[in-house]
Every structure is written in structure tokens, then in C-alpha cells.
T-cell receptor
């Protein structure tokens, strides 16, 4: 069975602090995708990153960075110098491969609500 | 706007009534997904289409739920004889199939059954 666990339900930080959101996943698949989505108060899920299981290189995009460690089944997300606009619920998700008829659906974690205070 | 659009954004209905939601995916996307999200939880997969074919349905999708995607374009999700437990946000997403893209989500339809 596939499962995604985000143990941190809520995190509160002060602007300009760095914050790391944890994500641990379970899957029997040897190839899979991992994702992070942001859900602001407006409700729409916004895609942040997709990482495939072949590639364990860390990725940085502006103030965002992701640390994928296959050995510990973790895909953590760090926001550097947080801003008030980063306040949202963040979801980690897992998917099978897309190129067959069974892949593509996302298994989401329960989300971490991040509150960045000025 | 070329994103995924859902209609209506909000729906309040009485228990026992039928409701139908519509999703218009990004035009070149051949995969379309429906998810349900309850308060404080992550979205849960309901069903998905590859073009007009419905390829998978979650066991969450009881007999009262039906989804269609005629001609592989827009999709509808109908809930018959609504129950209070159906109150949730219903999210639609679309993607390119074949390993070519991530899923893009609409803003959702919030259903309240009273």
C-alpha cells in the first residue's frame, strides 16, 4: 500500500526564519514520483515540485529547497527566509509512474499548516 | 484563463437531493481526476479518466456517485441522494498522460449538505 505521512500538523514561525516541512512515504513501487503542493486560503492546490525516484539530487528554487533521501523514504521541504505570503497548507504527495493505465493518481499526506507571522 | 475550472464554486443542498458538478480541464490534457477533501485532511482520490475512459474508481466512490467525461473533454460528477457525510470540497485536476506532466488543480466545489 502507498502512504504519505506529514507528522507536523501545524508550524508557526516568525518572518525570515527558515522552516522545514517533513514528509515520509511508503511504497512498494520501485519507480514513483513525489510532489509538493501548496494550498493557500483560496483553496486551489498549487504545484511546487515533482521529483522522480531515479533522481536523488537535491533541488533549489529561489527560497525553496527539497531534500530527497530514498534510504529514509523522506522528501523534506525547506523554505529559507520565510515570508508572510508563504502561509498556507502544504501537502506532500506520492504517485505511481504515469506511463501505464494505473499510474498518475496522487496519494496525499494530511498536510502541514504553515503560519508565518510578521 | 487556461487553467482547470470548476463550477459551481459553492453548493448548498438539502439531504436527499441530487447534485452535479462540472470540471473543464486544461484543453490539451488527456487525464482528468476527481478528488475529495474534507476539513483538515489531504485530498483523497475518487476516480480518473484517460480521455473518455474511466480507468479507476476508488472504493470511496459509492453507488450514489457517478462521473462521466463525454468525448474526453469536460467531466461531470453527480452525487445522488446526498448525505451529510458528502459535505466536502470536490477537486478536479488534469494532466498530460504518459509521464509528461504534473497534475494541475481547479479551485474546487465546496458542497454543504444540510
Amino acid at each position: 500500500a502507498q502512504k504519505v505521512t506529514q507528522a507536523q500538523t501545524e508550524i508557526s514561525v516568525v518572518e525570515k526564519e527558515d522552516v522545514t516541512l517533513d514528509c515520509v512515504y511508503e511504497t512498494r513501487d520501485t519507480t514513483y514520483y513525489l510532489f509538493w503542493y501548496k494550498q493557500p486560503p483560496s483553496g486551489e492546490l498549487v504545484f511546487l515540485i515533482r521529483r522522480n525516484s531515479f533522481d536523488e539530487q537535491n533541488e533549489i528554487s529561489g527560497r525553496y529547497s527539497w531534500n530527497f533521501q530514498k534510504s529514509t523514504s523522506s522528501f523534506n521541504f525547506t523554505i529559507t527566509a520565510s515570508q508572510v505570503v508563504d502561509s498556507a497548507v502544504y501537502f506532500c504527495a506520492l504517485s505511481g509512474i504515469f506511463w501505464d493505465n494505473q499510474g498518475g493518481k496522487l496519494i496525499f499526506g494530511q498536510g502541514t499548516e504553515l503560519s508565518v507571522k510578521p | 484563463d487556461t487553467g482547470v475550472s470548476q463550477d459551481p464554486r459553492h453548493k448548498i443542498t438539502k439531504r436527499g437531493q441530487n447534485v452535479t458538478f462540472r470540471c473543464d480541464p486544461i484543453s490539451e490534457h488527456n487525464r482528468l481526476y476527481w478528488y475529495r477533501q474534507t476539513l483538515g485532511q489531504g485530498p483523497e482520490f475518487l476516480t480518473y479518466f484517460q480521455n473518455e475512459a474511466q480507468l479507476e474508481k476508488s472504493r470511496l466512490l459509492s453507488d450514489r456517485f457517478s462521473a462521466e467525461r463525454p468525448k474526453g473533454s469536460f467531466s461531470t460528477l453527480e452525487i445522488q441522494r446526498t448525505e451529510q457525510g458528502d459535505s466536502a470540497m470536490y477537486l478536479c485536476a488534469s494532466s498530460l498522460g504518459g509521464g509528461r506532466g504534473e497534475a494541475f488543480f481547479g479551485q474546487g466545489t465546496r458542497l454543504t449538505v444540510v
